[in-house]
């Protein structure tokens, strides 16, 4: 085959010329030498780092829910005719009742567990409501 001399002037040749792989055949004889290659880390690009300083406030909700204790059709009022129990901007104490859900024919008055001033009512005269959904905030 190739001589020791022989190969590493291939090696030489695989080195001086930046070459990864060499193939050198000779009639039914082949030989190839692969040199592995190594990768250099990548140089680290200087980056401009800068300093944002925003003023951002925060807003906490303050408000209480008062929620639906069951499954049922939502009535702001005692009856059609009647005025309704509340109306966005009432000033309501505990206890007082704010509207009426009606569940299997029945209909329930809902009492407020707050006190304060109506700011939202979430829901539509004879709408159905969920369990827990919000019917009305109070401030």
């Known amino acids: 085959m190739y001589e020791k001399h022989s190969l590493k002037e291939i090696i030489g040749l695989l080195n001086d010329n930046g070459l990864t792989e060499i193939s050198i055949k000779d009639g039914d004889k082949e030989v190839v030498v692969k040199k592995e290659q190594k990768v250099a880390a990548a ?3 200087p980056t ?3 300093t944002i300083q925003e003023n951002i406030t925060v807003k906490t909700d303050t408000r209480k829910s008062i929620c639906s204790p069951m499954v049922g059709t939502f ?4 009856s059609p005719d009647a005025a309704p129990f509340v109306e966005v901007g009432d000033v309501i ?3 007082q009742t704010v509207c009426v859900i009606e569940a299997m024919k029945l209909m ?4 407020s567990d707050v006190s304060g001033r109506i700011v939202e009512i ?3 005269n004879a709408q ?6 919000v019917l009305m905030y109070v401030e």
């Open 43 to 45: 140089a680290a690009i």
């Open 93 to 95: 104490a505990e206890g």
């Open 128 to 133: 159905p409501v969920e369990f827990g959904q």
């Open 122 to 124: 979430c829901v539509q």
């Open 108 to 111: 329930n008055e809902i009492e």
């Open 48 to 50: 401009e780092t800068r």
């Open 75 to 78: 009535y702001a009022a005692s």
